[in-house]
């Protein structure tokens, strides 16, 4: 591999990394007095449909329709199922887990995404990568541990002024493995189906990938509009944006961006990669709640984030 394109690589690595750490800060400082303002379902359908249109306009070579293949498209709809699904529990976390928390406790997508990618893939991780897959386990299982022995609290909310203690909650870690568990199927899915057409181009299969995510998506928000609902006020009004602030509209970029990113990754290299970032990126979350929002970090979380330091080269040196 060249210098320029390790550096591509390099960049790719970063600015994913900071996409996957962002989200938790970004989702809390959307909220207003605790609670968010604005339909999460929105903020998926949006960012589907950014990806979408972004995927179409690199295509706009040739004709969409020509290039479009119903049967080729089908089994993107699987796991576009499941990051649907996904998008629509990560925003209830952050009522039930702080940022930092919330990337800490994700690291169990190591284990389970691991194990997918053996049964769906066929491939073998190597005795240093099981060894680094053994020691980001212990690193979320002491946080968990560290959060039941300091009394973490589940009903301690962001405002703005406020220290913000580090909590979680039996039902938020409940729904965090959910979510977790389907968007590694969803991930070892999409790199299975994107390798074994590996001659198609990326573009089109993004296309595939978020026309999928654009459909349940958009079916979402039209069930809103239709049976007039809405979670935020406790009226029956229901209207498009309503309640979305510069934090909401970032998160929708960002995670687009993200999602390129993943894609690239899924189609060039493997969920191994994904993985590492996914670890990584705990870091990033967490320098961004201790200066956005004084996060009081506990011994425990130092002694996991320690862990993972551990874990992260040795899984690197493995692949």
Request: glycine share 6%.
């Amino acid at each position: 591999m060249t210098f320029v394109a390790k550096a591509k690589w390099g960049l790719l690595f970063v600015v994913c990394t900071l996409m996957y750490g962002c989200y938790g800060p970004l989702l809390l400082l959307s909220q207003v007095d605790g609670k968010l303002q604005y339909d999460p379902s929105q903020v998926a359908w949006l960012t589907e449909l950014v990806k979408l249109i972004v995927s179409i306009t690199l295509l706009s070579n040739q004709s969409i329709l020509k290039r479009f293949s119903f049967r080729e498209a089908l089994p993107y709809f699987i796991p576009a199922l499941c990051y649907f699904v996904n998008a629509n529990i990560c925003p209830r976390l952050m009522d039930h887990l702080d940022p930092a928390t919330f990337s800490a406790l994700s690291n169990i997508k190591v284990v389970i995404t691991t194990l997918l990618y053996i049964i769906i893939m066929k491939r073998y991780p190597s005795s240093l990568q099981i060894s680094a897959l053994a020691i980001l386990t212990a690193a979320s299982a002491i946080h968990s541990y560290g959060l039941s022995v300091t009394g973490g609290k589940s009903d301690v909310s962001y405002h703005k002024g406020e220290p913000m203690e580090m909590r979680a909650s039996v039902y938020g870690v409940v729904l965090l493995l959910c979510g977790v568990s389907l968007t590694s199927f969803a991930s070892v899915y999409t790199e299975y189906i994107m390798k074994r057409g590996y001659a198609v181009s990326l573009h089109k299969q993004s296309m595939y990938l978020y026309s999928s995510g654009v459909t349940f998506n958009t079916l979402a928000v039209l069930w809103k509009m239709q049976d007039g609902r809405q979670s935020i006020n406790s009226t029956n009004s229901f209207s498009l944006f309503q309640g979305f602030n510069i934090y909401s509209w970032t998160i929708v970029f960002t995670t687009a961006l993200q999602g390129f990113c993943v894609s690239v990754i899924m189609k060039h290299s493997s969920n191994i990669t994904k993985l590492v970032l996914t670890c990584v990126s705990i870091m990033v979350s967490t320098v961004m709640s201790m200066a956005l929002f004084d996060l009081q970090i506990t011994l425990y979380f130092v002694i996991s984030l320690s862990f993972i330091l551990i874990g992260l080269p040795l899984y690197m040196l493995g692949s």
